[in-house]
């Protein structure tokens, strides 16, 4: 089967800033892909230059076979970063005009467009002007643009930025469906625990260069986790006590308990055996690996990367507040 | 690269729809009838409207002895509306109702002789009174010796000194002075044996409308018409241009503004979006001037003169319109997409504004001398050409037809290059944020392109 998308060693500068260095990816049909990294890493450039809005120095860009997404826009679905509509334009009229443009009929696209505001709770906007609607209201709009041609690749930028919690998981719902029917999706976020909850292959992308491309399974299998969570018997108990352990790096306390982590090359399960025979555990458990953790440990591997663990730490965090909430 | 003209004709009509319906566009499409009406009907008669009569002596030094009699029959208020009905009517341009005389109020001025030997310098200050009094001093006329009679030798006559009071108007001194001129004619004319109503009547000639013969037939043509008509052509062409390139300007402005356009690029390619808008907006300016010159010829046959216009230079000035539309609407499109908010816009309007105003301000000039040098030579240099073909069509002498086709040629050209060069720019422009670009930046992202 053609690939949904491929991208080979395409190179993109803004004068003398460098956007993409190279990157080569293959994104088969019916696949749901994450494109993670922090603001500014490349992710909506490569985006950008996916949908033909933007062209590559060099590289190629194939969208189901099509030298070009402009040959293929009516089997795309594309929700910007930057999105807008017509402040004077009825949520109807809106919708239904990107329908057209995307080559559905107006009973089509006027159809579908009914139907997934229903779904995203906005039964009720139809008549309503663009600019009267809320910021969180006009979002779902545009997401409900974006998706209006039944897209065989559905491409979102930041899907959920700004969005309160519940808009969030009707969001999500409705990529759900999106990725049952069979559509291929692609969306980007910094915010990686939208990324692990939603995707089944991670790209990460970190100053215009792909540091990881790897199924989900993979990357937890793959780098194993270091980190045991605590919640003592004993809500007295001296959890401090563990750092003497051999196994034990480092012990952070919590409201709950505890964080250990451990020295590289510790099997788990010693560890976990270790620590409950030194605090009687209500629970213990080990934590899953974080793409946080991955992005890091990948970015600080990497050669002629200059910034510390905690400066991209703090770079991540401080732009996944939004995911946070969510 | 394939372009899909069902999505070219979606984003027109939206736009066209979207234009049309606007306040602004409504606003705009009736000033030109509204300033028409105030120029037309409203100011001459705000200016012919009856004020208050000016009543006074006008004293007046008579050093031949002779002009007196004159003068005093040419200053009586009949013997000045009769004699500005004369010259209304011969007038190539006639006063609105023909046969009545037109303009301001006639004053009642009373002539005081003074002796002949009377020195002026002294006698001046009689002009000198209080607000006031009455009667009122209005003007000391001092008629010089050889005013009638010339000096042996002398090519030509003398004339007279005119002293006017602070108070006196520029309507009253203007119909004193002609009122002199008259009667110091007359006097001449007495003195040399010759009847001057009989000169008068000699000299008498009315400006008939002429017949334009031609292979389809006669018609009768204005002179005044002929005169208005080229100016009125360029004034449909600046008009249509104007209004659609600025809709075409705020609309790409306000889409970029609001974010939208990267939404629209998600469906249609650039080259698309910028077809249909361009489509759009030209759908607007050829209602617009569709309306105007639908309401142009209503008004002619109003007044039987709708066979003055050729339907042939509808069509001139159609085609002409699209050419010029599509070369500064381009540009004003790039413009709009070049920049992020309508205040950067005016950085770089100026250029544009001033050669869309000079082009159109050139029509006047053109429409008098059709086939100058000069006027010939500008209907070959864009963007200039239309402005100044359309204006010659419109003349009393129209150029012949392979001048009109060589003129659209080289516009449709000119406008070509001009799209093709909007197409790169808009590409790079729509999604460039920052700092407001100059014309060298634009340039320089034409070559990115």
């Not at chain 1, 860009?61 to 509509?85: C, H, T, W």
């Not at chain 2, 409308?209 to 018609?219: C, F, L, N, P």
């Not at chain 2, 050829?286 to 039987?304: D, R």
Request: charged share 15%.
């Amino acid at each position: 089967m053609t690939a949904a998308l491929e991208i080979a060693g395409i190179r993109k500068a803004f004068g003398d800033k460098l956007a993409i260095e190279s990157l080569d990816l293959t994104i088969p049909q019916g696949a749901t892909y994450g494109l993670i990294g922090p603001s500014g890493a490349g992710k909506t450039t490569t985006i950008r230059m996916i949908m033909s809005i933007l062209f590559p120095d060099r590289g190629t860009i194939n969208v189901f076979g099509q030298g070009s997404a402009l040959m293929a826009k009516d089997r795309i679905g594309y929700l910007p970063e930057e999105r807008g509509s017509y402040r004077k334009m009825t949520v109807g009229a809106f919708l239904t005009y990107m329908g057209c443009l995307k080559g559905r009929t107006r009973a089509q696209a006027y159809g579908r467009a009914d139907r997934l505001l229903g779904r995203l709770g906005l039964a009720d906007v139809n008549a309503r002007k663009c600019e009267d609607l809320s910021k969180g209201m006009l979002q779902r709009v545009q997401f409900v643009a974006a998706i209006i041609n039944e897209p065989e690749l559905v491409i979102l930028d930041e899907p959920f930025s700004g969005l309160d919690p519940l808009s969030v998981r009707m969001l999500k719902e409705v990529i759900t469906e999106e990725q049952q029917r069979g559509a291929t999706i692609i969306f980007s976020t910094h915010v990686m625990a939208h990324a692990e909850e939603l995707c089944e292959q991670i790209v990460m992308i970190h100053q215009g260069r792909k540091v990881l491309d790897e199924p989900i399974a993979g990357l937890r299998r793959q780098y194993d986790t270091r980190r045991i969570l605590l919640e003592p018997l004993d809500p007295g108990a001296n959890l401090l006590a563990l750092q003497a352990l051999p196994c034990v790096e480092d012990v952070k306390l919590n409201d709950q308990g505890c964080e250990v982590s451990l020295h590289a090359g510790m099997d788990p399960g010693d560890a976990v055996r270790a620590i409950a025979g030194v605090v009687a555990p209500a629970r213990i458990e080990l934590a899953r690996i974080r793409l946080e953790d991955v992005f890091i440990r990948l970015v600080g591997e990497s050669n002629g990367v200059h910034e510390s663990p905690e400066a991209l730490r703090t770079h991540l965090q401080g732009l996944s507040n939004t995911g946070a909430a969510a | 690269m394939s372009i899909n003209l069902q999505r070219i004709g979606l984003i027109a009509a939206r736009d066209y729809k979207a234009a049309i319906s606007s306040r602004a566009f409504l606003v705009g499409l009736l000033v030109l009838p509204v300033l028409l009406v105030v120029f037309a009907v409203l100011v001459p008669r705000i200016l012919n409207s009856p004020s208050p009569q000016v009543i006074g002596e006008v004293a007046l030094i008579d050093s031949t002895g002779k002009v007196a009699p004159e003068l005093q029959h040419a200053i009586v208020p009949e013997e000045i509306a009769r004699r500005r009905a004369v010259e209304s009517e011969q007038s190539p341009l006639k006063a609105v109702s023909p046969g009545t005389a037109s303009g301001p109020t006639i004053p009642r001025m009373t002539l005081v002789e003074a002796p002949s030997d009377t020195d002026a310098a002294t006698y001046k200050s009689w002009l000198i009174q209080p607000r006031d009094a009455t009667p009122r001093h209005l003007a000391l006329v001092v008629v010089q010796p050889d005013a009638v009679t010339r000096r042996p030798g002398a090519a030509a006559f003398g004339s007279y000194a005119l002293y006017a009071s602070s108070r006196l108007d520029q309507n009253t001194e203007s119909t004193l002075r002609n009122t002199v001129r008259a009667a110091l004619i007359a006097t001449r004319l007495r003195t040399d044996g010759l009847d001057p109503t009989a000169m008068a009547t000699v000299q008498q000639v009315f400006q008939p409308d002429s017949i334009v013969v031609g292979s389809a037939g006669d018609r009768s043509g204005s002179r005044g018409f002929a005169q208005v008509l080229p100016f009125a052509c360029g004034l449909l062409l600046f008009i249509g241009v104007m209004t659609g390139g600025q809709l075409l300007l705020s609309s790409t402005v306000e889409e970029k503004s609001n974010r939208v356009i990267e939404v629209l690029l998600a469906a249609v390619s650039p080259l698309e979006l910028m077809y249909g808008k361009l489509l759009g907006q030209l759908g607007l300016g050829i209602t617009m001037t569709v309306v105007y010159l639908v309401m142009s010829v209503f008004t002619l046959a109003q007044f039987s003169m709708s066979g003055l216009l050729d339907p042939i230079l509808i069509v001139y000035l159609l085609a002409f319109y699209v050419v010029t539309y599509l070369v500064f609407g381009s540009v004003m499109l790039t413009i709009g997409a070049a920049v992020n908010q309508p205040a950067e816009a005016q950085a770089l309007m100026p250029p544009v504004i001033i050669l869309l105003v000079g082009s159109y301000s050139l029509t006047g000039v053109i429409g008098q001398a059709p086939n100058s040098t000069f006027s010939v030579a500008m209907s070959f240099i864009p963007p200039v050409n239309t402005f100044a073909m359309i204006a010659r069509i419109a003349s009393s002498s129209p150029p012949p037809a392979w001048e009109v086709w060589t003129t659209l040629l080289i516009s449709l050209v000119t406008a070509m290059l001009v799209v093709w060069f909007a197409a790169k720019v808009f590409k790079v422009a729509l999604l460039m944020h920052g700092r407001p670009p100059s014309f060298g930046t634009l340039i320089k992202w034409a070559r990115m392109a």
